[in-house]
């Protein structure tokens, strides 16, 4: 356990680090002649920026990511349960079809209220 | 993996800490790792140029080196030397962490992947669990470069591929259930080793749904929204060049060769395949680069499909038949 947390956090510093050093090199190897054309933000076609980019952005986004969450929690209870499967039996497959047919339920009536469609 | 008694004995001797021995060990592994991500990386590109070219009858990079085969060290010597822009409109510090909070995840996946009979890095009992969930981080990274850009191309870009990596990850997980329930663990290394049979065999449904969501998790055509050259021009990265533009691009094909990795452990078998077991990695070699070969196939064959198109195939086709799949293979075991 301790060996596991030890690989994990020395790669992922490792990453880091990789990352960092070859910036780092890139900075030192790369001309750097900012000018202020240069650093305007990308737009087609215009020379100033129109309007702010960080708008109000579609309800849709949010729903999904709600119907994320609620499905990821599931799933994070149907995998224990699929590792020991084969010792339980049939109890726990009804008590599984059960929870399925719940949440199924769930995304019924979210797909009727119409929250799946984008428009 | 490394833990072996002699090394511990060594340690011992000599007064370090196990842990000490264990981060030294680490350190080498993270490094080896990193260098094959890179291989891979040079590799799948290469294969994509040539594969591109190939089904567009073009001839793809043929100058530098015999068919072109250093033209991507020439890139990286490009992208090197290139200016590192950063807008003065942008959120420096969002904009500079964007591509390492989306490379380090993508790289981190690695560590639980067992590439032949014993040779793992890190075998996690949730081994499974880890490379879904450790992966998915990338998509804060997607986020974090479309918000701190301040450019609407970007941004547009970040949310579209936030959706679509939130809502395949659901169809993702699972379709992988079915699969846990037969071979009776989350650990990788258990479930090639219970793959007498190959799971594509016996979960036919479950490879489909994997297959096409892992497609969208990696924004790969028919699901390159996030990155439609034709309309958002470069999608999250439009405002990234150098050096940060390439872990981007880096990321990518990470993900890729990961994509396939996982494919060929969970449903091509991992490992097996005939001939003695150190040919192991030999053979999983040859089944990722089969596995990649298909995604390019795909890839270069599909059009692209439209947002609601992307969703509804999401939620409404792919989600219940990944929950039929777990039904049906739960009764079958029932019954057997």
Same mark, same amino acid.
């Given at each position: 356990m301790v060996s596991e947390i030890i690989y994990f956090s020395v790669f992922t510093i490792v990453g880091v680090a990789i990352v960092a050093i070859a910036i780092g090199l890139a900075r030192i190897l790369s001309t750097r002649k900012p000018t202020k054309a240069k650093l305007e933000t990308y737009e087609c076609g215009n020379l100033n920026v129109t309007g702010d980019p960080r708008i109000q952005f579609k309800i849709h986004y949010y729903i999904f990511a709600l119907l994320l969450v609620l499905f990821d929690v599931e799933m994070i209870f149907v995998f224990p349960w699929a590792v020991v499967f084969k010792a339980l039996g049939l109890f726990a497959f009804v008590e599984m079809l059960v929870f399925i047919a719940i949440l199924l339920l769930g995304l019924y009536y979210a797909w009727r209220k119409g929250v799946l469609k984008w428009t | 993996m490394l833990s072996s008694t002699k090394l511990l004995e060594f340690a011992s001797n000599y007064g370090i800490p196990v842990w000490a021995l264990d981060g030294a060990i680490a350190i080498v592994f993270a490094v080896v790792l990193f260098a094959i991500c890179a291989i891979s990386v040079i590799i799948n590109v290469y294969l994509l140029r040539k594969i591109s070219a190939d089904f567009q009858l073009r001839y793809g990079p043929m100058h530098v080196g015999w068919h072109g085969s250093?033209?991507? &060290? /020439?890139?990286?010597?490009?992208?090197?030397?290139?200016?590192?822009?950063?807008?003065?409109? /942008?959120? *420096?510090?969002?904009? *500079?962490? %964007? #591509?390492?909070?989306?490379?380090?995840? /993508?790289?981190?996946?690695? +560590?639980?992947?067992?590439?032949?009979?014993?040779?793992?890095?890190?075998? !996690?009992?949730?081994? !499974? +669990? @880890?490379?879904? %969930?450790? #992966? /998915?981080?990338?998509?804060? $990274?997607?986020?974090?470069? $479309? &918000? $701190?850009?301040?450019?609407?191309?970007?941004?547009?870009?970040? +949310? *579209?591929? %936030? %959706?679509?990596?939130?809502? @395949?990850?659901? #169809?993702r997980a699972l379709s992988i259930i079915g699969i846990v329930m037969i071979a009776g663990s989350a650990k990788l290394s258990s479930i090639v080793g219970a793959q007498h049979v190959w799971y594509i065999i016996l979960q036919p449904i479950a490879f489909v749904v994997f297959l096409v969501s892992t497609l969208a998790e990696i924004n790969s055509t028919p699901f390159d929204l996030p990155e439609t050259e034709s309309e958002l021009v470069n999608g999250y990265y439009t405002e990234y060049s150098g050096m940060r533009f390439m872990f981007f691009f880096f990321a990518e094909y990470v993900a890729l060769f990961a994509a396939a990795t996982l494919t060929t452990v969970l449903f091509l078998g991992g490992w097996h395949g005939p001939g003695p077991e150190y040919l192991g990695p030999i053979w999983f070699t040859i089944k990722t680069f089969a596995m990649i070969w298909v995604i390019m196939w795909i890839k270069w064959t599909l059009p692209r499909f439209r947002i609601d198109q992307v969703m509804d195939l999401g939620w409404k086709v792919l989600l219940p038949l990944a929950l039929i799949n777990v039904l049906i293979t739960g009764l079958v075991m029932m019954i057997i």
């Open positions: - | 250093l033209q991507l &060290f /020439a890139d990286a010597i490009k992208l090197l030397t290139k200016e590192d822009i950063f807008p003065s409109n /942008a959120d *420096r510090w969002i904009f *500079r962490l %964007a #591509p390492v909070v989306t490379f380090v995840p /993508a790289y981190l996946g690695f +560590l639980v992947l067992p590439i032949g009979h014993g040779i793992v890095i890190q075998d !996690l009992n949730v081994g !499974l +669990l @880890y490379i879904l %969930a450790i #992966p /998915a981080i990338g998509v804060a $990274g997607i986020i974090m470069a $479309g &918000f $701190g850009s301040y450019n609407k191309y970007a941004i547009i870009g970040s +949310l *579209r591929s %936030a %959706a679509q990596m939130v809502s @395949y990850e659901v #169809p």
